[in-house]
């Protein structure tokens, strides 16, 4: 029923920065749920990245803790992931989830 589409990634140098953008339809009371970045590297599992609550408070995975940070406008009905400082093994495809619902994914790669 809610439909979330990520989007804002790409090709970006080591040390380069990314923000990602999920926005949410379909879903009246944004502002009351939790919002979840996933990702997914080639031949590991799914990992959560970051989360924040209807309070924004977050939490963040020790790897991107200090680089990355979860922020939302609920006026727009999006979350936000900005990645700075990154690393080759941040490359993946970034997910939000929110509810039941997941994203389709937006590929974020971290090369020289």
């Known amino acids: 029923q809610v439909q979330l589409v990520e989007s804002g990634g790409g090709l970006v140098q080591p040390g380069g920065s990314l923000r990602l953008s999920c926005t949410a339809s379909?879903?009246?009371?944004?502002?009351?749920?939790?919002v979840y970045w996933y990702r997914q590297a080639p031949g590991k599992e799914r990992e959560q990245v970051a989360l924040?609550?209807?309070?924004?408070?977050?939490d963040y995975a020790d790897s991107v803790k200090g680089r990355f940070t979860i922020s939302r406008d609920n006026n727009l009905n999006t979350a936000y992931l900005q990645m700075n400082n990154l690393k080759p093994e941040d490359t993946g495809v970034y997910y939000c989830?929110?509810?039941?619902?997941w994203g389709q994914g937006t590929q974020v790669t971290v090369s020289s």
């Open positions: 989830h929110c509810q039941d619902s």
């Open positions: 379909g879903i009246i009371f944004f502002s009351a749920t939790t």
């Open positions: 924040i609550t209807l309070i924004r408070a977050t």
